[in-house]
């Protein structure tokens, strides 16, 4: 036996070793998390679907309750039935404009309070995930999401000042936002399927962040008509039921196994992301940056949009009711969701990915332009429609950066794709507020018009990637070479 040692300690340095001790079933290792977590068919999608339930409930109570609590500091209620939004009193117009004004830089500065925060936690939570473990990565933000939610119930029951809910907002940011938590989910599916499998998985899992958008957004619609406490008893439902999920091992399989004692603390995870980007075979650290690049650009488009959809219909000359505000908003989350999973799956037969972001950008551009011209309610919703494929670009590219990132890094690689989402967030909400409040009493679309024109930074980007990396098959295994700049 003790000629046998050495090789014996070799191998299991290669390979797994199965030994009596390590197998509960003689001859076979006991399954890691990966793979008992690929045995299943359903592993995050809950917690996109609960959790996605929570927080949209908060956002979208958010505009109106600002806007109401203004509007009473002003002594002001708008006519909403066949009379302007103004009402009869032509100086109502003016008293008007400047509630506008004041709700768009307050839903600025409740967007600071999230998105400056975020953009540090999520990237520091989902890089340490790689050894920690997803679901601490996934159960943070919830928390986070349930606390926003308990903060907005007491300011609305007790009509505390605006101010308070800059609270909520900051603990909310601080535990990483839904930036942190898609990003562990979408570092949780990439650890639970193959290659093949990844890109559908990734595109099913931000279609049910869409589809549950639109549908949800029809219900709170509806709801908001009993008052604002309902939909946030709802937002503070759905998060504890999405945390119980998240913590309780039968539902939910951890992916990464026994390495607990590995973490080195906040430095380790500038490590990680240093690793990331220290190799560059085949221009892969430029190809990384472009995409991550692009999905800045993409993700704020689609920020800016939706921070000032809400407030643009709701003054003139669409005039709509937080009902039809629902219905809006609803139509153009299911429309993406739809256009997203048969977008991509029926493209792809015939064009590669880039010209599937590409024509997801185009269908992005066209969206910002109908609804800055639009006059009439019923042009939103055609360009709603024709922007159907805007969210097709970001599976797709998040689906690349998984298949030319190792297993090791997937943690670090949407780390980044969690801050810049963050980020994103956080500049989109500023630029758009800031230009529809300033532009809201002479030139409500400009801020359409402005992000249309943006649309061009994306398309120019995926460009260059389509000259310079057009998409392999396979992926080839990165080596480590001291002389690689």
Same mark, same amino acid.
């Given at each position: 036996m003790s000629r046998n040692e050495g090789p014996e300690?070799?191998?299991?340095? $290669?390979?797994?070793?199965?030994?009596?001790?390590?197998?509960?079933?003689?001859?076979?290792?006991?399954?890691?998390?990966?793979? $008992?977590?690929?045995?299943?068919?359903? +592993?995050?999608?809950?917690?996109?679907?609960?959790?996605?339930?929570?927080?949209?409930? +908060?956002?979208?109570?958010?505009?109106?309750?600002?806007k109401d609590t203004i509007s009473h500091?002003?002594?002001y209620s708008e006519t909403k039935n066949d009379t302007p939004c103004g009402g009869q009193d032509p100086g109502n117009d003016t008293i008007d404009n400047k509630i506008q004004s004041e709700s768009s830089m307050w839903l600025l500065y409740l967007g600071v309070a999230s998105g400056v925060p975020a953009m540090m936690s999520s990237?520091?939570?989902?890089?340490?995930?790689? $050894?920690?473990?997803?679901?601490?990565?996934?159960?943070?933000?919830?928390?986070?999401?349930?606390?926003?939610?308990?903060?907005?119930?007491? +300011?609305?029951?007790?009509?505390?000042?605006?101010a308070v809910l800059l609270a909520g907002e900051f603990v909310q940011g601080l535990t990483g936002g839904f930036g942190l938590l898609f990003a562990a989910c979408i570092s949780y599916i990439t650890d639970a399927t193959t290659e093949k499998q990844r890109t559908l998985r990734i595109v099913i899992a931000e279609m049910l962040t869409f589809l549950?958008?639109?549908?949800?957004?029809?219900?709170?619609?509806y709801l908001l008509t009993f008052g604002y406490l309902p939909s946030l008893a709802i937002a503070f439902g759905c998060n504890v039921i999405a945390l119980l999920y998240i913590v309780i091992p039968l539902f939910l399989i951890e992916t990464v196994d026994g390495q607990r004692s590995d973490s080195k603390g906040l430095?380790?995870?500038?490590?990680?992301?240093? $690793?990331?980007?220290?190799?560059?075979?085949?221009?892969?650290?430029?190809?990384?940056?472009?995409?991550?690049?692009?999905?800045?650009?993409?993700?704020?488009?689609?920020?800016?949009?939706?921070?000032?959809?809400?407030?643009?219909? +709701?003054?003139?000359?669409?005039?709509?009711?937080?009902?039809t505000a629902g219905i809006a908003s609803a139509l153009g989350f299911v429309l993406s969701s739809f256009g997203m999973l048969i977008g991509t799956k029926v493209l792809s037969y015939c064009l590669g990915e880039y010209w599937l972001m590409q024509i997801s950008c185009l269908s992005m551009l066209a969206a910002f332009t109908a609804t800055a011209l639009a006059q009439s309610t019923l042009v939103i919703y055609i360009g709603t429609a024709l922007g159907s494929l805007r969210a097709m670009s970001i599976p797709v590219a998040r689906g690349i950066l998984s298949k030319i990132t190792q297993p090791d890094e997937i943690g670090a690689t949407f780390s980044i794709v969690g801050c810049l989402e963050s980020f994103s967030s956080f500049i989109a909400n500023l630029a758009a507020t800031s230009i529809y409040g300033s532009t809201v009493s002479f030139l409500p679309p400009l801020t359409f018009y402005v992000f249309a024109g943006a649309t061009i930074i994306p398309m120019v980007t995926v460009l260059f990637l389509q000259v310079c990396w057009p998409r392999r098959k396979e992926y080839t295994r990165l080596e480590v070479n001291s002389c690689e700049n």
């Open positions: 300690s070799r191998i299991s340095l $290669r390979k797994p070793v199965i030994t009596p001790m390590d197998s509960p079933v003689e001859g076979r290792p006991e399954p890691t998390g990966r793979e $008992r977590a690929r045995s299943r068919w359903v +592993t995050v999608e809950p917690v996109i679907v609960m959790a996605m339930v929570g927080y949209l409930c +908060t956002v979208l109570v958010k505009p109106f309750y600002v500091h002003y002594n990237i520091v939570f989902c890089t340490i995930s790689d $050894r920690l473990g997803r679901k601490l990565a996934m159960a943070l933000p919830v928390i986070g999401f349930a606390f926003q939610a308990v903060v907005y119930v007491v +300011t609305v029951h007790f009509k505390l000042p605006l549950v958008s639109g549908l949800n957004q029809v219900a709170q619609g430095l380790d995870v500038w490590r990680s992301m240093k $690793r990331l980007l220290e190799f560059n075979e085949n221009g892969r650290r430029w190809q990384m940056l472009l995409l991550d690049f692009f999905i800045f650009f993409v993700i704020s488009q689609f920020v800016a949009y939706s921070s000032i959809f809400v407030l643009y219909g +709701t003054a003139e000359p669409f005039c709509w009711t937080s009902f």
